[in-house]
């Protein structure tokens, strides 16, 4: 590999390592699966549209896409408002196959806000399946209506998807044909229907265009509008496009490498692009890759968990059901503090725990048999549960705070445990099988904490 494109990838993955990357995502990284065969989305649902209103094939140009069904159909003197509600109940019976490279790049924990430009949800499917089921925040914006990011970028403590061109419903709200994208990028100019911080955000991070399907000028216009200045005043903000119509219009790279010289089109399709991108993350990245249990320990160095922490506190003999649990919450993209060391320097390890507990957000006491056993009742994760109990009592009665988990059949209220713990509704999870309902409740607390933290310090 040439050195230059090495360092354009040692540099891209520092971006992103950062939080510093908005993806901006179009149809080419959508599919679904028929006869065995993995076909563009919307290649599908022009045909499939074509066929429920009965317009023949032969009256399109060969290939056709889904704004030359909408614009025959209107020239025959179809209703222009009935088409969106058949749409919908055609993408409701889609097939529901998610694209090796939307997954990969929904496997990337990094990225904080995503720009969609289609209309499907499974952008939104493959984020919540990369979390265990947590989903992230998704804003359809609308040309009427003003749809924004619920706070700037730097605070936002939630993945946001963005649909730029609106979501599939059984209103035209939603561009399913050139009009209403120029309806769209019309009202983006007007200064009253901008979502401000989300294009703050475009302005001040690098851009990844992945599959826009965009021509030379749309491009071009769509680029300027998400800048907010001429293309031609350095910001050393990247401009990354990996797209298969990109590449074919060399009238577009040679205007990017004139008058945006952060910009790079590369000779490679989205797919190819995004595949490649995990990868290099993943092998970066072993401990979010979930490549390796034991990057999961505290290392000697680690002086307790970190400010906001998930705190897993067991007993060794649950010991494979917690590391299940701890594996289950990384998933889920929370910052998780899961110590496997059996020895402890006493009374510096002990301060340490003690402090991280009141640093935590959540904290999760593994609840079993074993570990409420007689024998087990001066073990060192008692001092855990006691220091969390106690920390649990100076807070008001409706945070959330001590959350326990039951991997057997345990009943709480019929434990030895101190009052805060038998008092709460601890999820049932056999094994330490994290559910995605579970791994959601975790997740809105765990914002809940955050937001209260950035509130105290403003």
């Not at 001590?402 to 019929?414: A, F, G, N």
Request: aromatic share 8%; with cysteine.
């Amino acid at each position: 590999m040439p050195e230059s494109l090495e360092r354009f990838w040692e540099d891209l993955l520092l971006f992103v390592e950062e939080g510093k990357v908005i993806p901006v995502i179009g149809p080419e990284l959508v599919a679904v699966e028929e006869g065995g065969n993995s076909i563009p989305l919307y290649h599908w649902l022009a045909r499939s549209l074509a066929e429920r209103i009965d317009l023949p094939f032969s009256d399109l140009p060969d290939p056709f896409d889904l704004n030359d069904v909408v614009a025959q159909s209107i020239r025959r003197g179809d209703e222009r408002d009935e088409l969106n509600p058949r749409l919908l109940q055609i993408l409701r019976k889609a097939p529901t196959t998610l694209s090796p490279a939307l997954r990969a790049l929904a496997s990337i924990p990094t990225f904080k806000v995503f720009v969609s430009l289609t209309f499907d949800s499974q952008l939104e499917l493959a984020l919540a399946q990369a979390c265990h089921g947590a989903k992230p925040r998704t804003i359809a914006c609308a040309t009427n209506t003003v749809h924004d990011l619920p706070e700037p970028y730097e605070d936002l403590d939630e993945q946001v998807i963005v649909q730029l061109l609106g979501r599939a419903s059984s209103t035209p709200d939603y561009a399913i044909c050139d009009e209403d994208l120029l309806e769209f990028l019309h009202a983006l100019q007007d200064g009253q229907r901008r979502p401000v911080k989300l294009f703050d955000a475009l302005r001040a991070n690098h851009l990844l265009f992945l599959g826009c399907g965009f021509g030379d000028w749309l491009a071009r216009f769509f680029l300027r509008t998400a800048r907010g200045m001429a293309l031609s005043q350095k910001r050393k903000r990247w401009v990354v496009m990996a797209d298969e119509r990109a590449t074919s219009e060399p009238s577009l790279a040679e205007f990017l490498s004139c008058f945006s010289a952060d910009s790079h089109v590369l000779e490679m399709s989205a797919g190819a692009f995004v595949e490649e991108l995990s990868q290099r993350w993943h092998a970066a990245h072993p401990v979010e890759a979930g490549a390796e249990v034991g990057a999961m320990q505290a290392t000697a160095g680690e002086t307790g968990p970190r400010e906001g922490a998930v705190f897993v506190s067991y007993a060794s003999e649950d010991r494979n059901a917690a590391q299940r649990l701890a594996e289950g919450l990384r998933a889920a993209r929370l910052d998780v503090w899961f110590d496997q060391h059996e020895l402890r320097p006493a009374d510096d390890w002990a301060l340490s725990i003690e402090r991280g507990i009141e640093r935590c957000s959540l904290f999760l006491p593994v609840i079993s048999h074993a570990s409420l056993a007689e024998e087990n009742r001066r073990r060192y994760f008692w001092r855990e549960w006691n220091a969390a109990s106690n920390r649990a009592g100076g807070m008001a009665p409706d945070e959330e705070f001590i959350v326990p988990v039951v991997v057997d059949d345990t009943r709480l209220d019929q434990s030895l445990l101190p009052e805060s713990f038998r008092r709460k509704q601890g999820p049932s999870l056999p094994g330490g099988e994290l559910t995605p309902e579970v791994a959601q409740r975790l997740t809105e607390i765990v914002r809940n904490f955050h937001r209260r933290l950035r509130d105290t310090s403003r």
